[in-house]
């Protein structure tokens, strides 16, 4: 890893440099893996399947380039720079069309800024891809402190409103004096922060996942007439996504967990696995059969678990669940501003629950755009660049003219 | 480990032995641990602390010896049968008084037959301890299918009501006709268990841990320790529930790094509960143990979870509860009616109430609450444990 050190203000390229030493250790722990028992159902009822990360981890070890991730990051424009105290990675892209509007977009967990790398191109220059040159971004991706390239925070209090107070200095600092901001995931925690702080020079922020739900959604379930008959169903899944084990042990005990997740590349790679059905199905066809859907490929998939090895941030990115899990309880008592931010929503139909519009609406009044894309789960950017590079394109169009105004 | 193969119902004798080279590999495992970044809190409240991981691992790595366990066990009459298709292992301790009462302890998680060690001394030969000639018992510590060296379940539906069927079967088949039951932790599920079964022999049982507020039964909430057990459970829930989720939907994942990180296997069997946690963290941190949850037997324990590899097939045990919860969710146990007797520990994660004990057993013979001890009784206060047993089926006898 670069050892460059930015002071003050001051924006410093950066590279990637993972040494053979970490690749050669990382190897030698996955081939000496003492491994579980298999699991006793034919699913996925009792978490990741034996035979699935046994695959996992002979592609890992004999067929997975380990150069990739230099390779792809180094490609792009990256820089760091330092903010409230910590040196914030990131990759900026400007396009070269003239009018570009700046977008800054924010990677959840268990992800990385490699979630986001494929929309680079479709969002900085679309004539290259379906779109046309009024519709061009600026594009910003920084690691969320404690995740891949980013410093860990040394003390608490890094939550989502702390990160989005960073990212508007982020953008400040890059001379951008109107930008727009997306998230989904942990990510959509960050945006929904920023649209809520409403920066200067924030004209609109986008999401595809409903941050807002314990904020808002949760508090207004106590008023069932807002929760028609049919949507019992995804309200059921919002509950459900509560009552995952791994949330639960992220948001209480992210150290605990944190051994397994820096001193066993498989214990990581399982933990990361082990986010929502539909993406734990997708990425094991990939693995099992072959079978890739969109861009989850077996390498894409791998350049993020090693990201988080070859850091060394399985502890310090769980931690980002405690902070947010201690930020919502204290937001039940102070709830945070309103959004008077026009917001935009997609929906992906394979996410872990689709929020109707009337949901969306109740939390953000200001609902620019909603639509619900033809494909897509949890990891939508990362499944589906072209397609989310589109809803980016539809959802901030209207927010490109209050740029003059 | 034994590998004959016997008549299915036959008991048969049994010794530990690990080869040198799984302890060799759990040293070398040891000293590669690649630690977290610190913590960002004084204290218990985002994990188990670096500190005491740290210091855990170092005397693990530097002064603990295994051997000195395995001689233990292997002091003690250590058996193997196999019951319900799976080879159960346990240790059968006779008094040498007459009449002693057979009792069958069963532990919990993330315990093991460790657990149960020093009461063995205390109730087979009470009058070294204490306690008069009538006072003993005939003790048997059997491990949990999955846990420890009892061989692991190798199809679903090992929960606890299973478990409770086929500890009859393992007193019968060592010849008893009378007996009675205890358990804390898991063991108190599969004690209750029994009680709801009601197999010919048992008389009674005694449990550490009140089962019916972990099932999700309602208790009154008026009088001021009504009220402090109700806050102290949700406490739990809110700040220390994470483990118990995990284990209830994903022992499979969270398996893969307990078999192979010593490290995260020790992290999270400390992560039980606040009070054990700052009891064992005072062990390592600053070698002040509690009674006796000493350095050396804490590490007794995790190293047989090791050494077995048994992190995911323990951790299944609550996964199979859950199983089991839902299945029978709106449906109420079969009553209890088997004489009952209950001891409250001060440190248990909520001190359990005598008008809860009274409310969910009709048939209360002993309740007691006892002034030092916290979740794992046994282990840390053996004596003042074996004086509870004692009283508690004193009536039985």
Request: negative net charge.
């Amino acid at each position: 890893m670069s050892t460059t050190v930015a002071t003050g203000t001051e924006i410093v390229p950066f590279t990637v440099e993972i040494s053979q030493k970490q690749i050669d250790n990382l190897r030698r722990r996955i081939a000496e893996t003492r491994w579980s028992p298999a699991e006793l159902v034919q699913d996925a009822s009792q978490g990741v399947q034996l035979r699935f990360l046994q695959e996992l981890a002979r592609y890992w070890a004999e067929d997975y380039d380990f150069e990739r991730i230099e390779a792809r990051l180094n490609a792009l424009p990256q820089y760091i720079t330092s903010i409230d105290g910590l040196d914030i990675h990131f990759i900026h892209v400007k396009s070269e069309h003239e009018g570009a509007l700046p977008l800054i977009i924010t990677h959840g967990w268990p992800g990385s800024v490699i979630e986001m790398l494929d929309v680079i191109g479709p969002l900085t220059d679309p004539t290259a891809h379906g779109g046309s040159i009024d519709e061009a971004f600026d594009v910003v991706i920084p690691s969320i402190p404690g995740f891949g390239f980013s410093s860990q925070p040394t003390e608490a209090g890094w939550d989502s409103a702390r990160i989005g107070a960073a990212w508007a200095e982020l953008m400040k600092r890059l001379g951008y004096d109107h930008y727009v901001a997306q998230g989904g995931d942990q990510g959509a925690g960050v945006t929904d922060a920023m649209g809520r702080q409403a920066p200067e020079g924030l004209l609109g922020v986008h999401f595809n996942f409903l941050d807002a739900i314990p904020k808002e959604l949760l508090t207004a379930a106590l008023t069932p007439r807002i929760f028609a008959h049919e949507e019992r169903e995804q309200l059921g899944k919002v509950v459900g996504v509560f009552m995952r084990g791994y949330i639960s042990e992220m948001n209480e005990h992210p150290q605990t967990i944190g051994y397994s997740l820096l001193d066993s590349p498989i214990g990581l790679a399982a933990w990361m696995l082990d986010h929502d059905a539909d993406s734990y199905e997708k990425i094991s066809k990939a693995f099992l059969e072959g079978e890739q859907t969109g861009n989850l490929s077996r390498d894409t998939i791998l350049d993020n678990i090693t990201l988080y090895w070859v850091t060394g941030t399985g502890a310090s990115t769980s931690r980002i669940y405690w902070e947010t899990s201690k930020a919502a309880t204290a937001s039940f008592k102070n709830p945070p501003p309103h959004m008077r931010l026009p917001a935009a929503y997609t929906v992906f139909p394979d996410e872990l629950f689709q929020a109707p519009r009337h949901w969306v609406k109740h939390a953000y009044h200001h609902l620019v755009y909603y639509n619900e894309a033809p494909k897509g789960g949890h990891f939508a950017a990362w499944e589906e660049p072209e397609i989310f590079a589109d809803e980016m394109r539809a959802a901030f169009k209207s927010l490109r003219d209050r740029r003059s105004s | 480990m034994s590998t004959s193969v016997e008549a299915a119902t036959e008991i048969r004798p049994f010794q530990v032995e690990f080869p040198e080279e799984a302890i060799d590999d759990l040293r070398r495992r040891i000293a590669a641990t690649r630690w977290p970044t610190k913590e960002l809190v004084a204290d218990r409240s985002q994990g188990v602390q670096l500190a005491t991981a740290q210091a855990l691992a170092r005397y693990w790595l530097d002064e603990y010896d295994w051997r000195r366990c395995e001689e233990k066990l292997n002091a003690l009459p250590q058996f193997k049968t196999e019951i319900d298709g799976v080879d159960v292992h346990f240790i059968h301790v006779r008094s040498e008084h007459e009449n002693a009462l057979p009792v069958i302890i069963t532990h919990g998680w993330p315990g093991s037959v460790i657990e149960l060690l020093e009461v063995i001394g205390p109730l087979t030969d009470p009058t070294a301890h204490g306690g008069s000639a009538e006072d003993a018992f005939d003790v048997v510590i059997p491990s949990i299918p999955g846990y420890g060296l009892s061989a692991e379940p190798t199809e679903p539906g090992w929960w606890a009501g299973r478990v409770a069927k086929d500890w009859p079967e393992l007193m019968k088949r060592l010849g008893y006709d009378h007996y009675v039951a205890q358990g804390g932790d898991v063991g108190a599920a599969v004690t209750d268990a029994m009680g709801r079964i009601a197999p010919e022999g048992l008389l009674g049982i005694h449990t550490n841990l009140f089962v019916p507020a972990l099932a999700g039964g309602k208790f009154s909430e008026e009088t001021e320790e009504e009220k402090a057990a109700v806050a102290a459970m949700a406490l739990f829930k809110a700040t220390g529930f994470g483990y118990f989720l995990e284990q209830a939907t994903r022992p499979q994942t969270i398996g893969y790094g307990l078999l192979d990180s010593p490290v995260e296997l020790a992290a999270w069997l400390l992560d039980h509960d606040t009070d054990a946690y700052y009891k064992i963290a005072s062990a390592f941190v600053d070698d002040k143990p509690s009674g006796n949850l000493t350095r050396d037997h804490i590490l007794d324990n995790i190293t047989l979870y090791w050494l077995t590899g048994t992190g995911t097939s323990a951790a299944r045990s609550y996964w199979e509860s859950a199983q089991a919860t839902a299945k029978n969710a709106g449906q109420a146990p079969p009553p209890m009616n088997l004489p009952f007797a209950f001891t409250t520990f001060p440190g248990e994660i909520w001190k359990t109430p005598r008008s809860w004990v009274e409310a969910a057993y009709p048939n209360v013979v002993y309740f007691n609450e006892v002034d030092k001890g916290g979740h794992f009784a046994a282990w840390e206060e053996p004596e003042v444990f074996s004086e509870e047993i004692r009283a508690a089926f004193r009536s039985l006898r």
